[in-house]
T-cell receptor, first 114, second 108 residues
Framework: EAAVTQSPRNKVTVTGGNVTLSCRQT?????MYWYRQDTGHGLRLIHY???????QIGDVPDGYKATRTTQEDFFLLLELASPSQTSLYFC?????????????FGPGTRLTVL | GQQVQQSPASLVLQEGENAELQCNFS?????MQWFYQRPEGSLVSLFYNPSGTKQSGRLTSTTVIKERRSSLHISSSQITDSGTYLCAIGNAGAKLTFGGGTRLTVRP
């Protein structure tokens, strides 16, 4: 089974602060994703990538940057955090073309912006 | 874009009762997953089922593409089944669109 890890698991920051969320997958998947989950909105896609150096815009990208440094590592950056970005963040990976689109999720990161 | 509707929004069962959760989608798909979200937030993938029927223990997933629906059947519910069940549909490359979820409570 695919292994996806996220760090930190919990983070508290202040408005205007810089935050980096990290994700690593160890199953050589091509695709990686960042989602946020909020009450009343379900999970929504922020950014995704189909390989190192690639970035695709998701459905709710405003206020977020992301970078895929290697096939294993995908980072989500909040450069000027705002309270509206308080959320539960999930990273996921999938094999993509040539494999299935089944997505494997990490344990989530709870971010609180005060 | 893809619209995904889950029903019911919430459901309360007595332990031992069966449940049928529905997921309806608006366009064609190339991937479909059911997830269980634990009360503390972590996601458990239950099924990857873009078509047909799959079973795992007391859980059965059936996806009928031409009717644009998928269902999750839980038989002989247990208290530990309580939580939120999410369906997600993919039809544009690798992107998933999630439904709003069904919150299940199983009482003793």
């Amino acid at each position: 089974e695919a292994a996806v890890t996220q760090s930190p698991r919990n983070k508290v920051t202040v408005t205007g602060g810089n935050v980096t969320l990290s994700c690593r997958q160890t199953n050589s998947h091509n695709y990686m994703y960042w989602y946020r989950q909020d009450t009343g909105h379900g999970l929504r896609l922020i950014h995704y990538s189909y390989g190192a150096g690639n970035l695709q815009i998701g459905d709710v990208p405003d206020g977020y940057k992301a970078t895929r440094t290697t096939q294993e590592d995908f980072f989500l950056l909040l450069e000027l955090a705002s309270p509206s970005q308080t959320s539960l963040y999930f990273c996921a990976s999938s094999g993509g073309l040539g494999g299935t689109y089944e997505q494997y999720f990490g344990p989530g990161t709870r971010l609180t912006v005060l | 874009g893809q619209q995904v509707q889950q029903s019911p929004a919430s459901l309360v069962l007595q332990e031992g009762e069966n449940a049928e959760l529905q997921c309806n989608f608006s366009t064609s798909l190339n991937s479909m997953q059911w997830f269980y979200q634990r009360p503390e937030g972590s996601l458990v993938s239950l099924f990857y089922n873009p078509s047909g029927t799959k079973q795992s223990g007391r859980l059965t997933s059936t996806t009928v593409i031409k009717e644009r629906r998928s269902s999750l059947h839980i038989s002989s519910s247990q208290i530990t089944d309580s939580g939120t069940y999410l369906c997600a549909i993919g039809n544009a490359g690798a992107k998933l669109t999630f439904g709003g979820g069904t919150r299940l409570t199983v009482r003793p």
